[in-house]
């Protein structure tokens, strides 16, 4: 049995403007990570989340690097224009032995 991913119990909140955060979670009952990436494998959900973004590229590159840091292959081929994520450090550090683990730095 494989042990389940933490990245993927990362509330939205900790990683999402509020307001891209909480439209998400009461709009399309999206939480987690986990939840973001599953909902993002169905056309119409895509199309929904991509409306709660600034813009479509901008809720691309967020679900991206979601599904990156669970190890997909999610290369992004340019930076969409603003920025969905909180103020802050967010970095990503693996090792070979462990989990990928997040770390955050909010300002404030």
Do not use: K
Not at 47 to 75: K, S
Request: glycine share 6%; proline share 6%; net charge negative.
């Amino acid at each position: 049995m494989f042990d389940r991913n933490p990245i993927l119990d990362v509330p939205l909140t900790s990683l999402f403007r509020a307001e891209i955060a909480l439209s998400l979670q009461q709009v399309l009952r999206v939480y987690t990570i986990g939840n973001l990436v599953d909902a993002w494998q169905d056309p119409r959900e895509q199309r929904r989340i991509e409306q709660l973004f600034e813009n479509p590229d901008q809720a691309r590159h967020a679900v991206g690097v979601c599904a990156a840091w669970l190890g997909f292959d999610a290369t992004v081929s340019h930076l969409p224009t603003g920025d969905p994520w909180l103020a802050g450090t967010i970095s990503v550090s693996t090792t070979a032995a462990t989990l990928p683990s997040v770390s955050m730095e909010l300002d404030g």
